[in-house]
C-alpha cells in the first residue's frame, strides 16, 4: 500500500508543549541556551490540495488518507503530489509564485536529469547532465539564478569522474562549468546549493572523505562558498577575493535561506549524528544548532520566520524546528509525515513562498518505493510565523 499522507499536527497552542521526536539532543547546543517561553510554536505543514496554498485559505476540503486510492502506475490520486516517476529527487529548486499552481525544477541524483514539473503537465527535461554517483555524490544541488526572472540561468552540483563543480544551464543550452576542481573522493561528494536571497549563491561542499580538507583554507571541500553567477566570489564575502564563508562540513544534505536572507541554515551528516547550523560567515562551522545521534539522514531545509523544517532521507519523516527571534531553537522537533502518513524518504526542498513548499522523495536510493515513485510534492507551511492556513 502507497504511504499517504494524514492529518499532521491539530491544536497546537500558543505556549503550548511541542511534541517530543525522542531523537535530538541539546548536546551541541550553546552554554548560555535556554528554552524561549514566549514563542508561538510553528506548526508542521500540511499537504497542499486542490484550490489551496495561499494564505487565507478557502479551498476544497482536502480528502482523508482511507480516500485516497493508492497509485495505479504512474498515477498518484493524493491531490498533494505534482510529479511522479522520477528518480531520487535530492534537488529541488521552486520557482516563485502564489502558491495556488506551485512550479519546480528538480535534480534526479543518479541520471543528472534537470525537470520543470507542475501538476497535470508531462514533467519537462531541460538538460541531462553526465554524473558518476559514486561515493553519494552525483547531481546533488540545484538553485535557481538570484536574477532568475531575467536571464533564465539554472546552477546545478554534480560530481564528474575527476572533480566536483558547480555548473551553469541557460536555456537550449548545454551545461557550462562555473566551479571546477573541488575535490572528489570515494565519499563525501554531496552537496547542497541554494540562493541567499541578497543576490548571490551558496554552495555547501563535502570534505571528499578527507575531514582535513574541511579544515584546510586553502581547499574548497568541505565548505560553504558564496559566489555570482560566474563563479567569482560574491562582494561581501569575510574575505575579499575568496568565495569560502565557513568550513567543517562533512556531507551536507541542504542548505537554506530565510525569505529575507538574514539567516541561512545548513544541514550535515557528521562522523556520528547528523547536524543542523546557522552559517556565521567567516566563522567555523563547529557548534551545531541541533544534532541528531540517531542519525536520520538530514537532507533538504527549509526556513521561514519562526520555524526551520528538515527532511530526513534515512527516517523518513519531517521535522519541525521552533524558532527563537534570536535564532536559537524553543522546543524539541515536531516529528510530522513519519511511517504511512508520509511519503517515504524525503530528499530536497525549497520555499515557493513563506507559505508554501515543494519537497522531493528519494525512495529509489534505498527506501520502499511505490509505483509512482519517485515523486514532488507541494506543502502548505501553516501556524505561527509563516501565516499560512492548511486546506
Do not use: H
Not at 482523508?64 to 503530489?81: K, L, N, Q, Y
Not at 531520487?88 to 499552481?101: E, F
Not at 556520528?272 to 552559517?279: E, F, I, K, P, S
Not at 511519503?343 to 522531493?360: A, T
Amino acid at each position: 500500500m502507497a504511504r499517504r499522507w494524514r492529518g499532521l499536527v491539530a491544536g497546537l497552542a500558543v505556549g503550548g508543549v511541542l511534541a517530543a521526536s525522542g531523537c535530538a539532543t541539546f548536546t551541541d547546543q550553546p552554554k548560555d541556551w535556554r528554552p524561549q517561553d514566549q514563542v508561538t510554536p510553528q506548526a508542521a505543514p500540511e499537504p497542499n490540495g486542490p484550490g489551496g496554498g495561499t494564505s487565507g485559505g478557502g479551498g476544497e476540503q482536502r480528502p482523508r488518507p482511507s480516500e485516497i486510492p493508492p497509485p495505479d502506475g504512474c498515477t498518484d490520486f493524493d491531490p498533494a503530489v505534482i510529479a511522479t516517476c522520477l528518480d531520487k529527487v535530492t534537488a529541488v529548486a521552486a520557482l516563485p509564485g502564489d502558491g495556488s499552481d506551485p512550479t519546480a525544477i528538480v535534480g534526479e541524483r543518479t541520471t543528472g536529469r534537470i525537470l520543470r514539473v507542475k501538476k497535470d503537465t508531462e514533467p519537462q527535461v531541460l538538460a541531462t547532465i553526465p554524473v558518476n554517483p559514486a561515493g553519494d555524490g552525483g547531481l546533488t544541488g540545484l538553485a535557481l539564478s538570484p536574477t532568475y526572472s531575467e536571464d533564465q540561468l539554472l546552477f546545478a552540483y554534480i560530481t564528474t569522474p575527476t572533480d566536483n563543480r558547480l555548473v551553469r544551464i541557460a536555456p537550449g543550452d548545454t551545461p557550462k562549468p562555473v566551479i571546477t576542481g573541488i575535490p572528489r573522493g570515494a565519499t563525501g561528494n554531496r552537496g547542497a546549493l541554494t540562493s541567499d536571497r541578497r543576490g548571490a549563491l551558496l554552495l555547501a561542499t563535502g570534505d571528499a572523505g578527507n575531514p582535513a580538507l574541511a579544515g584546510n583554507p586553502r581547499s574548497q571541500a568541505g565548505k560553504v562558498l558564496r559566489v555570482d553567477a560566474a563563479g567569482a566570489p560574491a562582494p561581501g564575502n569575510p574575505t575579499a577575493g575568496s568565495p569560502v564563508v565557513s568550513g567543517g562540513l562533512r556531507s551536507p544534505g541542504g542548505i537554506c535561506a530565510s525569505p529575507d536572507g538574514s539567516m541561512v541554515w545548513v544541514t550535515d551528516r557528521g562522523a556520528d549524528r547528523d547536524l543542523l547550523y546557522r552559517l556565521q560567515p567567516g566563522k567555523p562551522l563547529r557548534t551545531a544548532a541541533w544534532s541528531w545521534p540517531d542519525r536520520p539522514g538530514v537532507a533538504g531545509c527549509l526556513a521561514v520566520p519562526g520555524a526551520v523544517w528538515v527532511a530526513m532521507s534515512r527516517a523518513g519523516n519531517l521535522q519541525t524546528l521552533p524558532l527563537a527571534d534570536d535564532g536559537s531553537f524553543s522546543g524539541k522537533p515536531v516529528v510530522s509525515m513519519a511511517d504511512e502518513e508520509g511519503l517515504g524518504l524525503l530528499g530536497g526542498m525549497d520555499l515557493v513562498n513563506e507559505q508554501v513548499g515543494v519537497l522531493g522523495t528519494v525512495n529509489k536510493d534505498g527506501g520502499k518505493p511505490v509505483s509512482s515513485d519517485d515523486r514532488v510534492v507541494t506543502l502548505v507551511l501553516t501556524g505561527g510565523g509563516g501565516g499560512g492556513s492548511a486546506d
